[in-house]
Antibody
Framework: EVQLVESGGGLVQPGGSLRLSCSASGFTFSTYSMHWVRQAPGKGLEWLSYISSGSSTIHYADSVKGRFTISRDNAKNSLYLQMNSLRDEDTAVYYC????????????WGQGTMVTVSS | DIQMTQSPSSLSASVGDRVTITCQASQDIKNFLNWYQQKPGKAPKLLIYDASNLETGVPSRFSGSGSGTDFTFTISSLQPEDIATYYCQHYDHLPWTFGQGTKVEIK
């Protein structure tokens, strides 16, 4: 089955760190660029970060630049998001999403993992 | 950053009605626009890419049009399973941004 499965979410105190993982299956992960997108409770969608298939190109939204780090391990079919210096406003569901080869979009999404930043 | 403004924020329509959502970009984004459907508690799903192309497996009652700054998303005949929030998203350049969403309900 073609799918993305996120893990690693949870409750963390402000200033803390968390590492999210996204496990891919059913497709050739190493040939796709990937993204992280989040959604605060009751709010809209926010793009966070992009990584190319070979990790040569990486981009971040200003809201997370310098605090979050995207990475991938193609041998393990996995995408990661290291989140440091977490703030209350980082509370959200975090999704990993695949970028299709034929255009720029999010054509496959994981089920999401909830991150709650609270003391 | 490019701002994406959707209208309306919510709508209520009857089964079988034609539903139209508009999305306006703050600058020319050519046809670099996608539409997503998000049902409660679920991840978004890509419906339309490149402004007017239907994603594989998506029912033909969904369609998109437009270019430049003004785009339209249409459900030709609203079905009960179409209850969801719909988002536009541009990809002209990073950061990619989304509209605020349009919640579609059944009257």
């Amino acid at each position: 089955e073609v799918q993305l499965v996120e893990s690693g979410g949870g409750l963390v105190q402000p200033g803390g760190s968390l590492r999210l993982s996204c496990s891919a299956s059913g497709f050739t992960f190493s040939t796709y660029s990937m993204h992280w997108v989040r959604q605060a409770p009751g709010k809209g969608l926010e793009w966070l970060s992009y990584i190319s298939s070979g990790s040569s190109t990486i981009h971040y939204a200003d809201s997370v630049k310098g605090r979050f780090t995207i990475s991938r391990d193609n041998a393990k079919n996995s995408l990661y998001l290291q989140m440091n210096s977490l703030r209350d406003e980082d509370t959200a569901v975090y999704y990993c999403a695949r970028d299709p080869a034929f255009t720029d979009a999010f054509d496959m999404w994981g089920q999401g993992t909830m991150v709650t930043v609270s003391s | 950053d490019i701002q994406m403004t959707q209208s309306p924020s919510s709508l209520s329509a009857s089964v079988g009605d034609r539903v139209t959502i508009t999305c306006q970009a703050s600058q020319d984004i050519k046809n670099f626009l996608n539409w997503y459907q998000q049902k409660p508690g679920k991840a978004p799903k890509l419906l339309i890419y490149d402004a007017s192309n239907l994603e594989t497996g998506v029912p033909s009652r969904f369609s998109g049009s437009g270019s430049g700054t003004d785009f339209t998303f249409t459900i030709s005949s609203l079905q009960p399973e179409d209850i969801a929030t719909y988002y536009c998203q541009h990809y002209d350049h990073l950061p990619w941004t989304f509209g605020q969403g349009t919640k579609v309900e059944i009257k």
